[in-house]
């Protein structure tokens, strides 16, 4: 799985900026409206030999969650589920090698969008 190709393919589809760190590894700073953006990783990774990519985005530190809403608004998601990682509440999706451009465009539109809802009701700003 090329991990730089559809980062940039998707970047490029929607007008954002990309960076990539390695072969394996890079980010897409998706543009979400009123001056806003979300940044996405996408790293290669793999379990028992099956190659995936995974996207993550940032949500706040898990000290600042208040209320369980934001775990009632995940069950409406297709794609993504949220964890706790080093700290942080994220948003995480998987792509695999079957799944159209305009799939995998879905699945960073999801979680750029659900990340950003609320990074900006959890901390006000846009941090991530």
Known sequence: MKVVEI???YA????AKYSSYDETKAAVIVPIGQH?????LAELRNINGVPYI?????????????DKDIYERQKNLLFGKLVIE???LEIRAYLENTMSHDLIKEVFN???????????????????
Request: charged fraction near 35%; hydrophobic fraction near 35%; charge should be positive.
């Open 7 to 9: 980062v940039k393919a």
């Open 12 to 15: 490029e589809s929607i007008e």
């Open 36 to 40: 806003r953006h979300q940044t996405v």
């Open 54 to 66: 995974s996207l993550t985005s940032k949500i706040s530190n898990k000290e600042a969650i208040k």
């Open 86 to 88: 080093k700290d942080y």
């Open 110 to 128: 999801e979680i750029a969008a659900f990340a950003d809802i609320y990074e900006k009701k959890y901390t006000g700003k846009d941090i991530f």
